[in-house]
């Protein structure tokens, strides 16, 4: 049956049918979660989820806080070491532009701990006023094989930090596409950015503590290439059709009890960032469309 045969309403009044709960529910959590739990820094939580366990440099995992805490290790819920690097001994610490620690893949995190890492030029611009260095200065380095959409984080334990995004062959050359410096007014200080990185551009990222005095401290940092959402789609074959029926249910039963590779999120057909049954007329919509 091509998508559009049948009407709007006879859609509506089967998803209504099938849907986990009956009309009214909602489905899961909100979108506004941007890193994983707990990527903040290492914390208390008596849950058993899984996280990386980081015991120097090497990284274990996944593992509980509670197995990560008999180990005497630092614990980041969510993450495992596929993708995720500790870097904390001070040996190894990618002091300056020809040490930075290159970046193989997205996504790609890592935790560090600056504490004892050396200042380094160029300050950054939106560091204060006067100062020539940037203090306890760590880099990475990423060069994308293609164009892609690239969101930042980092997350500064208990300092007042800065990073500096460049673009450019060499340090030298580069030039500073971002200063970030937010300071958010819930204590946490983090920064994040999005910006679309040019195919076989080079993209340095410099972060240290703010201002004049050494300082620095455990860091968490992540650099991840979200693939672009396509409302509707939930098998991720680029087309909203009748096939894409059944999932779309399915992903009314909230993301915790979604299995399946293609995003959760795409349910949210309103882009409010919610999985609901407000999401039902708009998913009708776009049935018989491609995706962007
Ligand atoms: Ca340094
Ligand atoms: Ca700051
Ligand atoms: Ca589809
Ligand atoms: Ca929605």
């Given at each position: 049956?091509?998508?559009?045969?049948?009407?709007?309403?006879?859609?509506?009044y089967?998803?209504?049918?099938?849907?986990?709960?009956?009309?009214?529910?909602?489905?899961?959590?909100?979108?506004e979660?941007?890193?994983?739990?707990?990527?903040?820094?290492?914390?208390?939580?008596?849950?058993?989820?899984?996280?990386?366990?980081?015991?120097?440099n090497?990284?274990?995992?996944?593992?509980?806080?509670?197995?990560?805490?008999?180990?005497?290790?630092?614990?980041?819920?969510?993450?495992?070491?596929?993708?995720?690097?500790?870097?904390?001994?001070?040996g190894?610490?990618?002091?300056?532009?020809?040490?930075?620690?290159?970046?193989?893949?997205?996504?790609?995190?890592?935790?560090?701990?600056?504490?004892?890492?050396?200042?380094?030029?160029?300050?950054?611009?939106?560091?204060?006023?006067?100062?020539?260095?940037?203090?306890?200065?760590?880099?990475?380095?990423?060069?994308?094989?293609?164009a892609?959409?690239?969101?930042?984080?980092?997350?500064?334990?208990?300092?007042n930090?800065?990073?500096?995004?460049?673009?450019?062959?060499?340090?030298?050359?580069?030039?500073?596409?971002?200063?970030?410096?937010?300071?958010?007014?819930?204590?946490?200080?983090?920064?994040?950015?999005?910006?679309?990185?040019?195919?076989?551009?080079?993209?340095?990222?410099?972060?240290?503590k703010?201002?004049?005095?050494?300082?620095?401290?455990m860091?968490?940092?992540?650099?991840?290439?979200?693939?672009?959402?396509?409302?509707?789609?939930?098998?991720?074959?680029?087309r909203?059709?009748?096939?894409?029926?059944?999932?779309?249910?399915?992903?009314?039963?909230?993301?915790?009890?979604?299995?399946?590779?293609?995003?959760?999120?795409?349910?949210?057909?309103?882009?409010?960032?919610?999985?609901?049954?407000?999401?039902?007329?708009?998913?009708?919509?776009?049935?018989?469309?491609?995706?962007?």
């Amino acid at each position: 049956m091509a998508a559009g045969t049948v009407s709007r309403a006879a859609v509506i009044y089967l998803l209504s049918v099938l849907a986990p709960g009956g009309p009214g529910l909602m489905a899961g959590r909100g979108n506004e979660l941007v890193l994983p739990d707990g990527a903040g820094l290492p914390r208390e939580s008596a849950r058993a989820a899984t996280g990386a366990c980081c015991i120097g440099n090497e990284c274990l995992g996944p593992r509980t806080e509670e197995d990560c805490g008999v180990l005497m290790g630092y614990w980041y819920e969510g993450f495992d070491c596929t993708t995720f690097v500790c870097l904390v001994e001070t040996g190894s610490l990618p002091e300056d532009h020809s040490r930075a620690y290159p970046i193989p893949s997205l996504p790609f995190s890592a935790a560090i701990y600056t504490r004892w890492a050396l200042p380094g030029a160029p300050p950054g611009t939106c560091n204060k006023a006067g100062v020539t260095q940037m203090q306890n200065d760590v880099w990475f380095v990423y060069t994308p094989p293609q164009a892609c959409s690239v969101e930042l984080t980092v997350a500064y334990g208990l300092y007042n930090g800065l990073t500096v995004v460049r673009a450019g062959p060499t340090c030298a050359t580069s030039i500073e596409i971002f200063c970030l410096n937010a300071d958010p007014p819930d204590g946490e200080d983090r920064d994040t950015v999005s910006f679309p990185a040019a195919a076989g551009t080079t993209y340095w990222f410099q972060i240290g503590k703010w201002g004049a005095n050494s300082g620095g401290g455990m860091t968490l940092f992540l650099l991840q290439a979200p693939t672009p959402r396509c409302p509707g789609d939930m098998n991720c074959d680029g087309r909203i059709t009748f096939t894409d029926i059944d999932l779309f249910v399915e992903s009314l039963g909230g993301e915790s009890a979604w299995v399946h590779s293609c995003r959760w999120l795409n349910a949210d057909c309103n882009r409010d960032g919610r999985v609901t049954f407000a999401d039902i007329d708009p998913f009708v919509a776009l049935i018989g469309t491609t995706c962007p």
